[in-house]
């Protein structure tokens, strides 16, 4: 989908990758082990920070000045007990568990005597009363205090407009989320939705095809088309941010010397 990408080596054994068309920024900040697709355009004083783990971004996105997209790191501050609940592909092999909320933890005591396999109680980050965790083994048992990597993977053609907030874990394609929106970890956009600007959204949930929330409350509904491609505005974007910021450049590729 990326097509071939060079590496920009950072501190550490982390890199950034932008792939060929891409234009990117000096003045955005970008952390950890970023991936950057084609004919993606990434402003002056945007933000990507990859700490929980790597963060996959697709072809032709449009990233605008202050917007934050990060991987947040969920294990390692401070924790409370609490119980969680296995997902598939969760605990024995160190998967990933919901957390829930107060009702769970009501009820999850009573639920762990007659499916032990399904719950158990470790030490909940604070921020994930609501949010998906993931617990790597240690000698057989889930051990709460190590991190395992959890991949940000955003699609093609989205839109992330001036001061907006991101955490979502996975994005589809054509989606907008607008100026000063926030998105939280928990909540998966489908292809074709539109946050809308000051929406703050942080339930746990996967936001179906075309949805629009807008407004004070966060109203719903669905509109009968995606947003369209933003391809004009990117190819002028191309062609004028060389013009007055530097960017981030992938190294060219070493040939290998010609045999005699």
Known sequence: MMGDIGALKVSGSRSIKIAPGAVV??????????TIGARTVVHPKARI?????PIIIGESNLIEEQVLIINRRLIGISRRWGWVRR?????PDGGLWRTGGKWMQRCAALAHA??????????IPERSIMGTVRYPQKNGHVDPNRDEPITMII????????????EALKIDDNNI?????RVGRDMILSSGCVVGACCDVKTCEVLPENTVIYGNNCLRRLQSEKPQPQTLQ???????????HHLKR???????????
């Open 25 to 34: 920024c000096v003045e955005s900040e970008i952390r950890g082990d970023v």
């Open 49 to 53: 920070i990859a700490e929980a783990g």
């Open 87 to 91: 997902l598939p592909g969760g605990w």
């Open 114 to 123: 007659l499916k032990p396999e399904l719950f158990m109680r470790l030490h």
């Open 155 to 166: 699609g093609s053609n989205n839109v992330f407009e001036v001061d907006c907030q991101s």
């Open 177 to 181: 989320i607008e100026s000063k929106a």
């Open 234 to 244: 990117l190819d002028f974007l191309m062609k004028i941010l060389p013009n007055y």
């Open 250 to 260: 992938s190294p060219k590729p070493q040939t290998p010397p010609a045999k005699s």
